[in-house]
């Protein structure tokens, strides 16, 4: 009888890992859901063209498109030009941002190069950053990329709670 309230706390602390994976992929799935519906959006409407028939991204235009895109969510988005020059950055108003850095560079070359992706990224003091990029195409031609970023706190707010549930039943 003594051994069970221990054989459920290891059972909680097993479980907690496979749930935070798994809120963790759903929100990973959920994030590349939306850099594909942006990078579509973008693909339609903020696509300039030049003299000699080539295509190009609109930064005057992206840039308050992807304002109204991302308002009703907590992301970050970023959009880069074929070269990965950012262009477009929701938490800007206007301007130019720098090149593709750091942790955001697999990624985001993914989808320079074509290809959806997803990343997670580890936060100096604890914590994770999740990522997903999608190309920016207009007739199968790769004109840009779109980056969506958001921090875990949600997630980890929920594997808290349930620990503290399992605490709760272990003092129990």
Known sequence: MNVL??????AGILYLDEYREGLIESE?????????????????????T?????????????????????????TRARVFAVDGIAIA???FLSGQGGAVQGRDLPVASKALDGTTGTA?????????RLGAAAPIQRFKQV????LLTSTAE??????RAVRFDILKVFAG
Not at 31 to 45: D, R
Not at 120 to 128: A, C, E, L, M
């Open 89 to 91: 950055d929701s938490r």
């Open 28 to 48: 990973l799935a959920a994030l590349e859901t939306q850099a594909e519906i942006f990078a579509g959006a973008l693909g339609e409407g903020a696509i300039g």
């Open 154 to 159: 949600e997630i980890e707010a929920a594997v």
């Open 143 to 146: 004109l840009g990329a779109v």
């Open 50 to 74: 030049r003299p000699d028939g080539t295509q190009f991204l609109l930064p005057g235009v992206a840039r308050p498109m992807l304002r109204r895109l991302t308002a009703p969510t907590r």
């Open 120 to 128: 997670r990224w580890s936060i100096p003091g604890g914590g994770i």
């Open 5 to 10: 309230p221990l054989a459920l706390l290891v």
